[in-house]
């Protein structure tokens, strides 16, 4: 039984699913958009606005908390840009849009994920 076991496992080991949804998350951090399949976009949609959160709080346990999961200019964007630009939002800081057209080679559901 899956009771308590959230997440996808993207039929990737830990290690590569974790390599995986940092680079996802690095990519929407420094595009602020982008094209993906729902299911990447749902999963990195939790680890993206937990960082903005860290990030709101404006201290440096936050700073080094946000740099475990990004990459140094990536972990800046959100601490001084992304953070303060949602000082007043409690929440919700992603949107994710589904596109009607599905992946051309194996018909996955596709999405676009951005910064409200």
């Known amino acids: ?3 308590a076991n959230q997440g ?6 830990k290690g590569q699913r974790q390599a995986f949804l940092k680079s996802l998350a690095n990519n929407l951090v420094r ?4 094209v993906t399949t729902e299911a990447r976009a749902k999963e990195i949609r939790m680890l ?3 960082l903005v959160t860290y990030g709101k ?10 740099m475990t ?8 964007k959100v601490y001084h840009d992304l953070a303060l630009r949602y000082v007043e939002r409690k929440g919700g ?9 599905p992946r051309k ?3 996955s559901k596709m999405a676009k994920i951005e910064f409200v």
Do not use: W
């Not at 996808?8 to 080991?13: H, L, P, S, T």
């Not at 595009?31 to 982008?34: A, D, M, T, V």
């Not at 709080?57 to 946000?66: E, S």
């Not at 800081?93 to 057209?101: L, S």
């Open 1 to 3: 039984m899956r009771h």
């Open 8 to 13: 996808r496992k993207f039929g990737r080991e």
């Open 31 to 34: 595009h602020e958009s982008i």
């Open 48 to 50: 993206v606005e937990r």
């Open 57 to 66: 709080k404006q201290n440096v346990a936050g700073l080094r908390v946000i």
């Open 69 to 76: 999961y990004l990459p140094k200019t990536s972990a800046y």
């Open 93 to 101: 800081y992603t949107r994710i849009i589904k596109i009607a057209k």
């Open 105 to 107: 080679n194996d018909a």
